[in-house]
Structures are given as structure tokens and as C-alpha cells.
């Protein structure tokens, strides 16, 4: 496991999120409550920047696992995150709201059987490893990133501002 992921390990504490011009009266939600979703989500969707500053967004798989999202692409986001390597992943799902800010980096080596694994037992998707790539059985291949969170967002409900929480991860 490498540092960057250690520095990740502990649970975030969350406090009231500023939101609709205002601070959320709370009370917040448990750290619990939005790793579960983030954990049991089956489609995400990411976002990042074209190089000229234009927004992209695309839904894909991916993994909750050590406090950082894990997913790959064969998507031009990949080489977007060569260029600016800050994104943000959402739930599929709108009733209840997670969104995860951060930057990504690549996986090469052993860290992506951590993707790998992952998929297969969630998606019951099998996936081949190579030095800096996972493979499908259909041939296709692509990098593997991870989005290390910085701050993370949640709340209850569509009507759930007032539970809106905000979770900070410590940055080196």
C-alpha cells in the first residue's frame, strides 16, 4: 500500500457544509453513511477538464476502497487528468448526495490489483493486470487512476439541505 493511500486511512470528521448561501443547520451525517454509498454505488459519474477548460462528464465503474476512489478509462478523461489532474465523482443516484472532490493520479504496479479485485467482487467483472493497465476478456484495455479525496460532500434526501455535510481529508 503506498503512502498516499495510508495518509487516507483514517475517518473524516464531518461538519456543517455551507450550501444555498448558508451554513446547514445540521445535524450531519456519519461518516458511515456516505462511505456505504459511496461503497455500494454501482455507477458513478466523473468529472474533469478538457485542456481548453471545458467540463466533461462521463459514468463509469468504479471502486470505494481505502478512503479513495479507484476506476479506469479508456475515455479521453485520462488524458484530460494528464493535464489537469483535479476531478470530482458523484453518485449515479440524486435522492442521496455524495460528491467527492480531489485530484487523481495514476496506478501503475500492484496497486492496481486493488481496482481488479475490486471490480470483480462488486461487478462480478473479471479483470487481467498488467504493469500499468487492467484488460477485459474482449480485449479492451486501460490506465488505472485513483481520486484521492480532499473534501467530500453529502446529504439526505432531495429535500436533505439541512443535513448537508462536508468531510475534509488531509493533504500532504
Known amino acids: 500500500m503506498t503512502?498516499?493511500?495510508?495518509?487516507?486511512?483514517?475517518?473524516?470528521k464531518g461538519t456543517s457544509a455551507f450550501i444555498f448561501s448558508q451554513t446547514a443547520p445540521g445535524p450531519t451525517q456519519p461518516w458511515g453513511?456516505?462511505?456505504?454509498?459511496?461503497?455500494?454505488?454501482?455507477?458513478?459519474?466523473?468529472v474533469t477538464t478538457s485542456p481548453d477548460g471545458r467540463p466533461h462528464s462521463r459514468p463509469l465503474w468504479g471502486i470505494w476502497q481505502r478512503n479513495t476512489f479507484?476506476?479506469?478509462?479508456?475515455?479521453?478523461?485520462?488524458?484530460?487528468?494528464?493535464?489537469?489532474?483535479?476531478?470530482?465523482?458523484?453518485?449515479?443516484?440524486?435522492?442521496d448526495v455524495v460528491m467527492v472532490?480531489?485530484?487523481?493520479?495514476?496506478?501503475i504496479g500492484d496497486d492496481i490489483n486493488v481496482l481488479a479485485e475490486g471490480v470483480g467482487v462488486k461487478y462480478d467483472w473479471e479483470l487481467s493486470v498488467s504493469e500499468d493497465r487492467v484488460h477485459?476478456?474482449?480485449g479492451q484495455s486501460a490506465p488505472v487512476f485513483r481520486l484521492n479525496?480532499?473534501?467530500?460532500?453529502?446529504?439526505a434526501g432531495i429535500a436533505g439541505w439541512e443535513s448537508a455535510t462536508?468531510?475534509?481529508f488531509p493533504q500532504s
Not at 33 to 46: C, I, Q
Not at 72 to 86: A, I, M, T, W
Not at 101 to 107: A, F
Request: aromatic share 14%; glycine share 6%; net charge positive.
Open 70 to 95: 479507484w476506476f479506469s478509462s479508456q475515455n479521453r478523461c485520462g488524458e484530460f487528468l494528464k493535464v489537469n489532474p483535479r476531478a470530482s465523482v458523484n453518485l449515479q443516484v440524486g435522492e
Open 149 to 155: 479525496p480532499e473534501r467530500i460532500y453529502g446529504w
Open 166 to 168: 462536508r468531510w475534509d
Open 3 to 12: 503512502a498516499e493511500v495510508l495518509k487516507n486511512a483514517e475517518n473524516p
Open 101 to 107: 472532490e480531489g485530484s487523481c493520479s495514476r496506478v
Open 136 to 138: 477485459t476478456r474482449f
Open 33 to 46: 453513511w456516505a462511505e456505504n454509498l459511496l461503497k455500494s454505488a454501482s455507477t458513478y459519474w466523473l
